[in-house]
């Protein structure tokens, strides 16, 4: 905090540094390309402390500590990895701020540190959640909150409230058409977003032909670039070179327009204009050594191209290769086919070693503009049998490519579910929907096809019996797939069916709940729910969990219900100690359980039954303690949405709890904070809070939030009559 200069070192050197600095208080650290270092100081008790810890050798500096103005000692030593230099002296009593270390060498100063008295700090000022569209007075407000949901990638929120809100206020808003354009074009909407930003030109350039700002002529090129209206977006990208900001990659793609129209003189003279904005756009550098090539000027072309790769050995265009994940293959492959540089393309597309359907569907793209239709043909069959594990498409670009590889072979159903995940992906729901079914017409042998199906059916269609045919039917066609399996037993929660049929179906593929534990932990819930306690204690206490995050305090649940429910069942049989013992060994967590009690967990539930058993056992200490231990924790119920929250029915068993040790006021208290809540928020209709940008519910299958809350709210109402 005290240093100007100062960075987080390596995990390694960070380790390092945290083992030679970790008694002291006061530490400043320096990190650049030539020394790192790090210098820690400490005043207590009259005496000073200081080190000098480096990640390289240094001989012979010179260590100074100075108190205030005043020199208080001087050492000439040496400093590396393995020689921390140490020292500990005493001193007159002294403001330990005014204390200063420097570390020089040949006159030059590697590090020093002074601490700063930083006095009481401000506490940080907790955010606001964003108001709804409707709340918001203006359409800046809108503008900028609809930006800043776009910006933090909003997990449960979208921005397109907020652009609607204000485009249906004024219609001609530069600002937001310019935004929810480029929000559609990032969908793959151009056409949509072509219209936003057209509109938003027609006020700009009411009055003036050439506006203030050209991003959005700048957009409208890029939107008109990718519908291949090559000649529409040339003059887009024309006009945005009138305002500073947009020159750079507006000379850019004019570059790449002038190298598609074989005008590659015009296109240097471009691409040199785009340069003199940013030298170390590697887009541009690539783009002028390829047409350097083009005009025969090799020996500039080589030099300059050696030039590129020393500022960046990635430049794979420069290249002429590219190396790594898939990605590098097809975005080297994307920056030739700009220009219309296609056989350049599939050169590096080619050199990829795996058989990828992503790489097949860009050959035949890209064969497809170079006019050869019958390799084109090929590359589509053979990506038609590629494994469609880890293909993701998501760019603009890969938009292009499925849409014409479904329009050069129509029988191809791969292209169709990789361009309806992409559509999923961007929420063009519908669309995305037409083509997973499309693609079960021409091929109904694809599992994740129809799981996929079936998740789009549920969510976006509220067709709940075409999810489960087509959920069935994915894990028919491959009943190892565990995950399609959970999902599958989740959709049936989800349709109200019955415990034993859920059990049956989880006898029948049993061995699977050994490969997630997110499946064992459903299948003992769903035993716990069955009553069959005994058999869920055993099969957690057969199994190591590896706790997931957002999944903290579902096993621990399970097994703290499965030994409550013995216990209580041994107590009623007369079996004190036998429930003593069940109940501390409820209390216990083991390790195989991959977890530690939460901080709001309080079993409240089990301390109440433990005085229940000692007063039995007529242990009156342990009764007492017991209950004390059952009255702990908030008395204020949780919504349904509770995570890290106490679970709301502990409040019963405070309340049972005081009643116990006879306090019938804070018992009744607790009871009718429950009633109460339940009667204030039966009827509220859910909205998803603005910070809830997770949740703990693994659920594929959304779940109707208003039931939900109606549920919770006739329970806590249950609990408080009971």
């Not at 100075?66 to 403001?95: A, L, M, Q, R, W």
């Not at 004024?170 to 977003?193: H, K, P, S, V, W």
């Not at 393309?345 to 097949?360: G, T, V």
């Amino acid at each position: 905090d005290n240093q100007p200069d100062f960075t987080w070192l390596s995990p390694f050197e960070e380790k390092s540094f945290k083992q030679y600095f970790m008694p002291y208080k006061k530490v400043g650290m320096v990190k650049n390309a030539t020394i790192h270092a790090a210098v820690g100081i400490e005043v207590e008790n009259g005496c000073l402390s200081a080190k000098v810890y480096a990640t390289q050798t240094y001989d012979n500096v010179c260590i100074d500590i100075y108190d205030g103005d005043k020199k208080i000692h001087e050492e000439i030593t040496d400093i590396s990895p393995v020689k921390v230099f140490e020292i500990s002296f005493p001193v007159k009593k002294t403001d330990e701020n005014n204390i200063k270390i420097a570390v020089t060498c040949d006159g030059k100063e590697l590090v020093s540190y002074k601490a700063v008295n930083q006095g009481i700090p401000e506490l940080a000022k907790p955010a606001n959640a964003a108001k709804r569209p409707e709340e918001i007075m203006t359409n800046e407000e809108l503008f900028l909150t609809g930006q800043h949901i776009e910006q933090y990638r909003h997990a449960t929120w979208l921005p397109d409230p907020y652009y609607l809100e204000g485009l249906k206020r004024d219609a001609g808003d530069i600002r937001i058409n310019n935004a929810y354009g480029m929000l559609l074009f990032r969908r793959g909407e151009f056409t949509g977003a072509e219209k936003y930003f057209r509109k938003a030109l027609e006020r700009l350039t009411a009055l003036n032909p050439n506006p203030y700002d050209g991003e959005t002529y700048y957009n409208l090129g890029l939107v008109l670039f990718y519908q291949e209206r090559f000649d529409e977006a040339y003059d887009a990208f024309y006009k945005a070179t009138w305002s500073n900001a947009q020159q750079e990659m507006a000379f850019y793609y004019l570059a790449v327009i002038a190298t598609r129209r074989n005008e590659i003189v015009l296109a240097i003279d471009f691409v040199e204009k785009a340069l003199i904005k940013n030298s170390h756009n590697i887009k541009a550098r690539g783009l002028k050594g390829q047409l350097l090539k083009m005009l025969g000027r090799e020996t500039e072309a080589k030099s300059y191209i050696e030039e590129n790769l020393k500022i960046d050995p990635f430049d794979f265009v420069s290249g002429g290769e590219a190396f790594g994940d898939i990605e590098n293959y097809l975005q080297c492959a994307r920056d030739y086919a700009e220009p219309g540089m296609y056989e350049k393309a599939i050169n590096i597309l080619d050199s990829y070693e795996e058989d990828k359907p992503l790489i097949r569907y860009y050959k035949a793209f890209y064969y497809d503009k170079l006019g050869n239709n019958e390799k084109a043909q090929e590359e589509l069959i053979n990506a038609e049998k590629c494994d469609a594990s880890y293909t993701f498409p998501n760019k603009p670009e890969d938009l292009q490519v499925l849409e014409r590889a479904i329009a050069l072979n129509p029988s191809g159903a791969k292209a169709y579910y990789y361009l309806g995940c992409l559509y999923y992906d961007k929420i063009g729901y519908d669309k995305a929907i037409k083509l997973w079914e499309k693609s079960a017409s021409l091929d109904d042998k694809f599992p994740t096809l129809f799981r996929n199906l079936s998740i789009a059916y549920f969510n976006k269609k509220g067709d709940t019996e075409g999810a489960r045919v087509c959920l069935e039917r994915a894990f028919m066609q491959d009943k190892k797939d565990a995950r399609v399996f959970l999902e599958l037993d989740q959709l049936y929660q989800r349709l109200g069916l019955c415990e034993e049929f859920r059990l049956e179906k989880f006898k029948e593929n049993i061995g699977l709940i050994e490969e997630r534990d997110d499946l064992y932990t459903e299948y003992v819930t769903l035993l716990n729910t069955s009553g069959k306690y005994y058999e869920a204690y055993k099969m957690i206490k057969s199994h190591n969990f590896r706790t997931w995050e957002g999944a903290e305090g579902k096993i621990t649940a399970q097994f703290k219900l499965a030994l409550l429910a013995l216990a209580t069942k041994a107590f009623v049989k007369g079996e004190a100690e036998n429930a003593k013992n069940m109940v501390l060994e409820a209390l216990s967590y083991p390790e195989n359980l991959g977890e530690g009690r939460l901080e709001g967990t309080k079993d409240n539930n089990l301390y109440y039954l433990l005085a229940q058993i000692a007063e039995k056992l007529s242990d009156k200490k342990l009764m007492e303690e017991s209950l004390l231990k059952a009255v702990a924790g908030v008395s204020e119920p949780a919504g349904m949405m509770y995570y890290y929250d106490q679970p709301a029915d502990m409040i019963l068993f405070q309340g049972l709890a005081f009643e116990k040790l006879g306090n019938k006021t804070e018992a009744n208290k607790r009871f009718y904070k429950l009633l109460d809540y339940g009667e204030r928020h039966i009827k509220d209709k859910f909205v998803m809070d603005y910070f809830a940008v997770s949740m703990p519910d693994m659920s594929v299958f959304e779940t109707d939030m208003n039931k939900k809350n109606e549920a919770h709210c006739y329970y806590l109402m249950g609990l408080g009559n009971f």
